[in-house]
Each structure stands twice: as structure tokens, then as C-alpha cells.
């Protein structure tokens, strides 16, 4: 049941991602040639909405509905947040797309994402086992 | 009503609504955004293979599995059921661009065909495009820790300065592959 409710969030996500044309590759060549707002904006707009949100729950210590107060732990840095972060970075300028849309590509239609899931999979087992190796 | 769903909806409709995904996970159950962890989930499930990193209780996470499942769904209702014109209205010069340093011609769908085909598996362009491109969003996404959802909107939403390094390098990498690498593949 609770499930069913993650289920229905991640539809409306997939849905205002799709919508909005985020999970587009052309969109997201506008975005790193700098010719257009829009993807600027849907980013910069959702960090402030989620910014306010996040700083209202904290500061009211509000519980969720099932009852834990709401936490969010800080997320720690190694020297993997640039590493893998440009290694991402030159991956969503090829793809056109961040693990999300790749999903919500998939349900629109686009054969091709599912090869690209099966690729970033591909990549995360990777990492995941190469992970002891790597510079952290 | 149903022709403004189906038009393209602009970025000060979108951004806030993918805001508000962040606080809708925390009052449902206490769960940060964050979306390239399911692919860590699908890995532990199906292959783990003794890595430590892929040994752990994956079905206490299974929130996030139906997440991504249901991001899917949305892209079929988004598209399929809804309907959305065929063409993305992108901009006037990044077409001229596209046009001219990458040879592409033909501009309809989510994504260029010429490019993201399966077909294109038989030649360099399904392989860099699909199999590398996928393959380096797979593997930097886990290596920083989070992806465009869990770092750049969760991240900096909760005022983490390690999320702001790891979306510096989001566009770092971004700004690479469109200025110097795409410019050398083309």
C-alpha cells in the first residue's frame, strides 16, 4: 500500500519531467550552449520551492505520516563528488539524460533508453566493484 | 484543459512542482529524492557477486524501486496518453548549431533518432551515444553519490555544500563534452 503511494509520486514526477521536456536531449544541448532559459529555470525554480519546503519542515520538526520526525542526513564529501560528478556531467551532455528521464524516456516511448538503462546499470555495477580501487 | 496538458508545460509550472516532490517524499515517509540509487538497488538484486558495495539489504529501499517504476508510468501518460507535440520547441540557434557541427536533420521526438536509434548500435554513434553515455551516467552518478534529483534539487534544497562541488562538476563535465569533446567526435 505504502508502495502504491511512491508509485504514484514517481508518476507525477515522471509525468512533469516528461511535460516539461527535461528528459529531452534537445533541451539539454540548449542548456550547456547556454540558448535558453527554460531548463535554467525548472532547475533554479525547483531547488527554491524545495529550499523553502526542506527549511520549513526542519525548522517546525514536522513528522512524517508515518509518524518518525523528518530527518535528512548531511551527505559527506570525498574527493567521488567531483570525480564522478564531471564523469556524469560528460555523460548526461551525451545522453541528454540524468538516471530520471531515462525512465520516463522509456515509458514515453524511446526504444533506445533501454539501452541506455541497461548501460548506466552497466556502469554503476562498475563502480561498484571497482570501488576499493578508486580514488575516494 | 486537455489541450493545455498536452502543450508543453513552461519551466515556472514544472520547477516548482519537481520542488515540491522533495517535502511530498519527507511528509510521506521520511525518504530524500533521489533516483540513481535505484540503479544500485537493481544491481544488488540481480548481480551482486559478493561486492560489498552491492550487499546489503536492497528491499528495505524498495520505495525507491516503485519510485522509478512509477517515473516511467508517468512518461507513457506524459507522452503516449496526453500527447505532446511531435517537434521540442528548442531554440532557433541551438538548432543552426546542431545543424551545422553535428550534421543532424531531423528534429522531431525527445531525442535525435539519427542518433539514439537502436540501429545505431551497428555503427560508432549508437555506442558512444547510448552504450558510453549511459554507461558514464551509471558510473559517475554512484561515484559522486547522487545525480541531478539526489544532489543538485534534494542536495541543495537541505543546504549541503557537498552537493553544490558535485553539481559544479555535473556542469563541468557537461560544458566538456559539448565544447571539446563533441566538437572532436563531429
Known amino acids: 500500500m505504502k508502495n502504491l503511494t511512491y508509485l504514484v509520486l514517481g508518476g507525477l514526477f515522471g509525468l512533469i519531467l516528461t511535460k516539461s521536456e527535461v528528459v529531452s536531449w534537445w533541451r539539454i544541448q540548449e542548456m550547456f550552449r547556454f540558448q535558453s532559459f527554460h531548463m535554467y529555470g525548472v532547475i533554479g525554480s525547483a531547488i527554491l520551492v524545495g529550499l523553502v519546503s526542506v527549511q520549513l519542515i526542519k525548522r517546525n520538526r514536522l513528522k512524517s505520516l508515518n509518524g ?3 530527518t535528512l542526513a548531511d551527505k559527506k564529501y570525498n574527493h567521488g563528488t567531483w570525480i564522478g560528478g564531471t564523469v ?8 541528454g539524460a540524468c538516471p530520471g528521464p531515462m525512465f520516463a524516456q522509456l515509458g514515453s516511448g524511446v526504444a533506445g533508453a533501454a539501452v541506455l538503462i541497461l548501460a548506466a546499470l552497466a556502469g554503476t555495477w562498475t563502480y561498484s566493484a571497482l570501488r576499493e580501487k578508486l580514488p575516494h | 484543459m486537455l489541450e493545455i ?16 516532490t522533495v517535502p511530498a517524499l519527507l511528509l510521506v515517509g521520511n525518504k530524500a529524492l533521489g533516483i540513481s540509487s535505484s540503479l544500485r538497488h537493481v544491481c544488488a538484486a540481480c548481480v551482486p557477486a559478493n561486492i560489498p558495495f552491492l550487499t546489503y539489504n536492497w528491499r528495505s529501499e524498495a520505495w525507491n524501486l516503485f519510485f522509478v517504476l512509477g517515473i516511467g508510468l508517468g512518461g507513457f501518460l506524459g507522452y ?7 517537434t521540442v520547441a528548442i531554440s532557433a540557434e541551438t538548432v543552426r548549431d546542431l545543424q551545422a557541427q553535428m550534421g543532424l536533420t531531423d528534429f522531431s ?8 536509434a537502436p540501429e545505431n548500435l551497428m555503427n560508432w554513434k549508437g555506442w558512444v551515444f547510448l552504450v558510453l553515455g549511459g554507461f558514464l551516467v551509471g558510473f559517475g ?3 559522486a553519490g547522487g545525480c541531478t534529483s539526489g544532489h543538485a534539487i534534494s542536495g541543495l534544497s537541505n543546504l549541503q555544500w557537498v552537493s553544490l562541488v558535485a553539481v559544479v562538476g555535473f556542469f563541468a563535465g557537461g560544458l566538456l563534452m559539448t565544447w571539446v569533446f563533441y566538437p572532436l567526435l563531429f
Do not use: C, K
Open chain 1, 68 to 70: 518518525e520526525t523528518i
Open chain 1, 88 to 95: 556524469f556531467g560528460l555523460g548526461w551532455a551525451l545522453t
Open chain 2, 5 to 20: 496538458l498536452r502543450q508543453p508545460w513552461p519551466w515556472y509550472v514544472a520547477g516548482p512542482l519537481i520542488g515540491l
Open chain 2, 80 to 86: 503516449q496518453v496526453l500527447g505532446h507535440p511531435d
Open chain 2, 109 to 116: 521526438g525527445l531525442l535525435p533518432r539519427e542518433l539514439f
Open chain 2, 141 to 143: 552518478t554512484r561515484y
